[in-house]
T-cell receptor
Framework: NAGVTQTPKFQVLKTGQSMTLQCAQD?????MYWYRQDPGMGLRLIYY???????DKGEVPNGYNVSRLNKREFSLRLESAAPSQTSVYFC????????????FGQGTRLTVV | QKEVEQDPGPLSVPEGAIVSLNCTYS??????FMWYRQYSRKGPELLMY????GNKEDGRFTAQVDKSSKYISLFIRDSQPSDSATYLC?????????FGKGTRLHILP
């Protein structure tokens, strides 16, 4: 019963470094999402993939790129990390795009210094 | 104006009280209205959803939607300390799920 698995759980980066956040789901879901959660800001959609082979921008895509590697995996890349990208990142998946129930991973706590 | 507005709280109530959590929205295109619960340092989990105006009950929880006023509510009866969490309203549009900011709820023993 793994559900949605994110790696790593914690990460500290220096300004300008790059990294990739990994996400994998084992529920055969078509749609996957990346959100960031900041105090007082709620969950904001960064990018999403309605189905394998497609990706679209969400509310706050600047500074990020994504890859839908296959149906199971959806990665988020920070090419040149900035302190403003310090946040908790959540990956989620759902059976169909915008479905009522999205299943979330446990989050990645990222600090950019 | 953001599409979904939610008071972030925090909201503190004594154990056993009825809790009322609310959201307003601006986009009439939203079809489904959801409530997610998020415990500290965990990912959100779906609590309830509804798609029509009116009430939907599930145990101690009641979700209410008023589409004419663009207003949704979640009521928790007989609140328990284990209900202490952040509650996020959410709505779907196109292929996306849009979340409110979340309301932090503390149930005091």
């Amino acid at each position: 019963n793994a559900g949605v698995t994110q790696t790593p759980k914690f990460q500290v980066l220096k300004t300008g470094q790059s990294m990739t956040l990994q996400c994998a789901q084992d529920m055969n879901h078509n749609s996957m999402y990346w959100y960031r959660q900041d105090p007082g800001m709620g969950l904001r959609l960064i990018y999403y993939s309605a189905s394998e082979g497609t990706t679209d921008k969400g509310e706050v895509p600047n500074g990020y790129n994504v890859s839908r590697l296959n149906k199971r995996e959806f990665s988020l890349r920070l090419e040149s990390a900035a302190p403003s990208q310090t946040s908790v990142y959540f990956c989620a998946s759902s059976t169909i795009p915008g479905n009522t129930e999205a299943f979330f991973g446990q989050g990645t706590r990222l600090t950019v210094v | 104006q953001k599409e979904v507005e939610q008071d972030p709280g925090p909201l503190s109530v004594p154990e056993g009280a009825i809790v009322s959590l609310n959201c307003t929205y601006s986009n009439s295109a939203f079809q489904y209205f959801m409530w997610y619960r998020q415990y500290s340092r965990k990912g959100p989990e779906l609590l309830m959803y509804t798609y029509s105006s009116g009430n939907k009950e599930d145990g101690r929880f009641t979700a209410q939607v008023d589409k004419s006023s663009k207003y949704i509510s979640l009521f928790i009866r007989d609140s328990q300390p284990s209900d202490s969490a952040t509650y996020l309203c959410a709505m779907n549009r196109d292929d996306k799920i849009i979340f409110g900011k979340g309301t932090r709820l503390h149930i005091l023993p």
